[in-house]
């Protein structure tokens, strides 16, 4: 068993996103004075939506260097870039519309491209690229924000997928039949967990028996998998995804 994880939670859905925007930020400002900058990794999904619009709002959005992020995601469903479904046009509607980030500095997956699994590849190898990886080096992230399905899915990693156990490649083309839309790309565990933080944002009610799930003993569960190496790993829960954790008392 890695480090426990930190488990924060707070009332409600607002509170989420105000606790999360202030994480980002936090993260941002080590990242940056560490290291010159901050590689962030958006989440896709509807939780994160609140959290995106918070950050670019004041005070959170004064409080990022913009000019020293760069913004990749950790999934991608296989439509257009203004597709309704895509985790692109959401982060782009509710946050990167609104803040300074240079253009250039957000990498899009094009999941919707013909061939997938070159897709993936492609943005495997802009990651090495952007992030000045070595050759056969992971991309280390500053921060990777999750969401949790109610199956227990985080990104695109989906229970008794393959790719769950995907070891060397840090981006996959996944076929995910349980989902909306199937057709996927996804980091995988290796990159996700290479990161110095990752921040899981769980909302609402019908999330409380996969909570329980993930963070009690099914270490079998893709979400339950993700253990950054370097510890960094914080559950950010409403009280009613919570509700069923021993002690959910909330901040
Ligand atoms: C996606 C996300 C996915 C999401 C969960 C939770 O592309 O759908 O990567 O992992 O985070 O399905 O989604 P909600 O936040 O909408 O419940």
């Given at each position: 068993m890695g480090v426990a994880p930190n488990v924060i939670v707070v009332a409600d859905p607002g509170a989420l996103a105000e606790t999360a925007a202030g994480l980002v930020v936090d993260a941002a400002a080590e990242a940056v004075r560490a290291r010159g900058r901050f590689a962030l990794v958006l989440a896709g999904g509807a939780t994160p939506r609140a959290t995106y619009a918070r950050l670019a709002q004041a005070p959170f959005r004064d409080r990022v260097a913009w000019d020293r992020t760069w913004v990749f995601f950790g999934d991608e469903r296989a439509v257009p870039p203004d597709h309704p479904e895509s985790n692109h046009r959401m982060a782009s509607e509710a946050l990167l519309s609104r803040v300074p980030v240079p253009p250039a500095q957000v990498f899009r997956i094009r999941a919707e491209a013909e061939d997938t699994d070159a897709a993936a590849a492609e943005y495997a190898r802009t990651l090495g690229e952007v992030l000045g990886c070595r050759r056969g080096e992971l991309p280390r992230f500053d921060l990777v924000l999750l969401g949790l399905g109610v199956d227990g899915h985080t990104a695109s990693l989906f229970p008794g997928s393959p790719v769950v156990r995907e070891?060397?490649?840090?981006v996959a083309a996944v076929h995910a039949a349980a989902a909306l839309i199937p057709e996927r790309i996804t980091l995988t565990l290796p990159v996700i967990n290479a990161a110095a933080r990752v921040v899981f944002l769980v909302a609402g009610a019908e999330k409380a028996k996969v909570v329980r799930a993930v963070l009690g003993e099914q270490a079998t569960l893709p979400a339950a998998m993700v253990r950054p190496e370097g510890g960094g790993l914080v559950w950010l829960l409403d009280r009613a995804a919570a509700a069923l954790l021993a002690t959910p008392e909330a901040r």
């Open positions: 070891v060397f490649r840090p």
